[in-house]
């Protein structure tokens, strides 16, 4: 089931890929700061867009980019949190959509910008100060494909985006003793940069 899901996936980027019919000369580039919340086991995104403002999560804040050229794009976004739990007590926590494939149905430079994305993504805690026991009981990692949805605003080249992303299902890494971290099926993204067109 989840081979099949990753499969469906990577058949979606290349049709994408192949049916876009974008040209050569037209193009962008984004670079964005962002912040991301996750529903952590939520199911709704009611639930999800809460965890902008919960206490026992905190947002993810990181930075991400993307290259746009005619309708067709590709980017990354990569996002942290540090918590501290306890004197001497910290922890990392990542969720990133390293790659990405895009859809943009308007033209370049459009202040409405419709889009969407789907890829691959990895989210996961590591300790970073008091270790116990052996390394699986410190880090925990999921990886998973994802599709989202989203809208930005082109303001003469300062960009406010919004999307949520679907994770389908989770996964440790193969062939690993690592614990899956628990991973929303939802999680919105708020972000704010630039658009450099050419």
């Known amino acids: 089931m989840k081979t099949r899901a990753f499969a469906i996936t990577a058949a979606?980027?290349?049709?994408?890929?192949?049916?876009?019919?974008?040209?050569a000369f037209a193009g962008s580039v984004h670079l964005t700061g962002s912040l991301s919340a996750d529903s952590?086991?939520?199911?709704?995104?009611?639930?999800?867009i809460g965890s902008?403002?919960?206490?026992?999560?905190?947002?993810?804040?990181?930075?991400?980019?993307?290259?746009?050229i005619g309708k067709v794009g590709f980017g990354g976004e990569y996002d942290v949190n540090f918590t501290r739990m306890a004197p001497g007590s910290w922890w990392l926590d990542w969720y990133a959509q390293p790659l990405f494939l895009s859809w943009h149905p308007f033209r370049n430079g459009s202040?409405?910008?419709?889009?969407?994305?789907?890829g691959l993504g990895s989210a996961g805690r590591v300790f970073i100060d008091q270790w116990t026991g052996d390394a699986a009981s410190n880090l925990l990692i999921s990886i998973?494909?994802?599709?989202?949805?989203?809208l930005?605003?082109?303001?003469?080249?300062?960009?406010?985006?919004?999307?949520?992303?679907?994770?389908?299902?989770?996964t440790p890494p193969p062939a690993t003793v690592f614990s899956?971290?628990?991973?929303?099926?939802?999680?919105?993204?708020?972000?704010?940069g630039i658009a450099i067109d050419w």
Not at 40 to 48: D, E, K, M
């Open 144 to 150: 998973f494909p994802f599709v989202a949805a989203g």
């Open 180 to 192: 899956s971290y628990p991973l929303g099926n939802i999680q919105a993204t708020l972000s704010a």
């Open 152 to 170: 930005s605003l082109d303001l003469s080249g300062f960009l406010l985006s919004g999307k949520v992303s679907y994770v389908p299902f989770t």
């Open 52 to 68: 902008f403002t919960g206490a026992s999560q905190p947002p993810f804040a990181g930075v991400g980019w993307e290259v746009i």
């Open 12 to 23: 979606l980027l290349a049709a994408v890929l192949v049916t876009s019919g974008t040209p």
């Open 111 to 118: 202040v409405l910008d419709p889009f969407a994305q789907a």
């Open 40 to 48: 952590l086991q939520a199911t709704g995104p009611h639930q999800s």
